[in-house]
């Protein structure tokens, strides 16, 4: 089975106008949070909620919140302590929902919609080390295959330190378009 090119999905931050009857995770819980309570918690600035297009129908979607993780009551794993910090709390983003139309499971959706939140928890313009998701058991495989670890004794929020994610990419692989563009022309530019 082959992905969906990117290209071809466009993400947008969720509104009253867009038609949601035919949306269709397979999870009547993550189904009812989407018609039901995310435009709620939207303006109770609880939660952000980015829907994902496929040809001009919904195909997925996230929902997000800020978090922290408690160093010691949270008992992290000592792997995940900041040496020399002396915050007893870390920022943290929390992907309180993620689900894919049914139609679409294991066509990149999914992925892309993870790849967004690591996107934007890393090019924020606030501190950002963890991104954290309290997955259902079939999504296990999914969030670990990005990286994301159980880091507590409590086994029930994986995490993703994005230390670890940045130190795997390259200095200059920027998740920002405009910064993409503007080293394009300074190299142009320059050379």
Same mark, same amino acid.
């Given at each position: 089975? @082959?992905? %969906?090119?990117?290209?071809?999905? @466009?993400?947008?931050?969720?509104?009253s106008r867009y038609?949601? @009857? +035919?949306?269709?995770? $397979? =999870?009547?819980? /993550?189904?009812?949070?989407?018609?039901? =309570?995310?435009?709620r918690e939207q303006?109770?600035?609880?939660?952000?909620?980015? /829907?994902?297009?496929?040809? =001009?129908? !919904?195909?997925?979607?996230? @929902?997000?919140?800020?978090?922290?993780?408690?160093? #010691?009551?949270?008992?992290?794993?000592?792997?995940?302590? %900041?040496?020399?910090?002396?915050?007893? !709390? *870390?920022?943290?983003?929390?992907?309180?929902?993620?689900? !894919?139309?049914?139609?679409?499971?294991?066509? $990149?959706?999914?992925? *892309? /919609?993870?790849?967004?939140?690591?996107?934007?928890?890393?090019?924020?313009?606030?501190?950002?080390? *963890? &991104?954290?998701?309290?997955? #259902?058991? $079939?999504?296990l495989e999914f969030?670990? #295959?990005? $990286?994301?670890?159980?880091?507590?004794?409590? +086994?029930?929020?994986?995490?993703?330190? &994005?230390?670890?994610?940045?130190? +795997?990419?390259?200095?200059?692989?920027?998740?920002?378009?405009?910064?993409?563009?503007?080293?394009?022309?300074?190299?142009?530019?320059?050379?």
């Open positions: 089975m @082959s992905g %969906i090119p990117e290209k071809e999905l @466009s993400v947008l931050l969720h509104s038609d949601l @009857s +035919q949306f269709d995770s $397979g =999870d009547a819980e /993550l189904n009812d949070f989407l018609k039901n =309570d995310s435009l303006n109770e600035f609880l939660s952000k909620t980015h /829907l994902c297009f496929y040809r =001009d129908r !919904v195909a997925g979607f996230i @929902s997000m919140a800020a978090d922290s993780v408690q160093a #010691k009551k949270d008992k992290l794993d000592p792997s995940q302590i %900041i040496e020399d910090c002396e915050y007893p !709390v *870390y920022p943290c983003i929390l992907i309180a929902r993620l689900a !894919v139309d049914k139609k679409l499971h294991g066509y $990149g959706v999914g992925s *892309y /919609l993870l790849s967004l939140a690591i996107g934007y928890a890393m090019e924020s313009p606030l501190g950002c080390r *963890y &991104l954290a998701v309290d997955p #259902k058991k $079939g999504a969030y670990e #295959k990005t $990286g994301f670890r159980f880091w507590t004794k409590s +086994q029930r929020r994986m995490f993703l330190n &994005l230390r670890y994610v940045s130190e +795997q990419m390259q200095m200059n692989d920027s998740l920002d378009l405009w910064a993409r563009n503007d080293n394009k022309k300074s190299k142009l530019s320059t050379g």
